[in-house]
């Protein structure tokens, strides 16, 4: 039988949104927006993330995300290092 791997803590789950502007430029995601990133389970929380450069709506402002995003915050974290061990590391 398969062990199950170690539950992200909240350390981790803060890495992974924070790279997500990041991914999002790579991407070639431009248009400014602001994401609101739910992750539930152990080591879950929310953030406000603004992605595609500089927009109207920050997070401090109190503005309202036009994306919302809900992960299981171990799922995520397995998604963001998949897709970060894919990726070149130079620009």
Known sequence: MAQEPQVAGRSTTTLASAALPTG???????RPTLLRLVLTGPGGGAWDVQLGGQGEAHP???????VRIVADAVDFCRLVSATAARRPTSP
Request: no cysteine; charged share 35%.
């Open 24 to 30: 999002a430029s790579r991407a070639g995601f431009e």
């Open 60 to 66: 401090e402002d109190g503005a309202a995300a036009r």
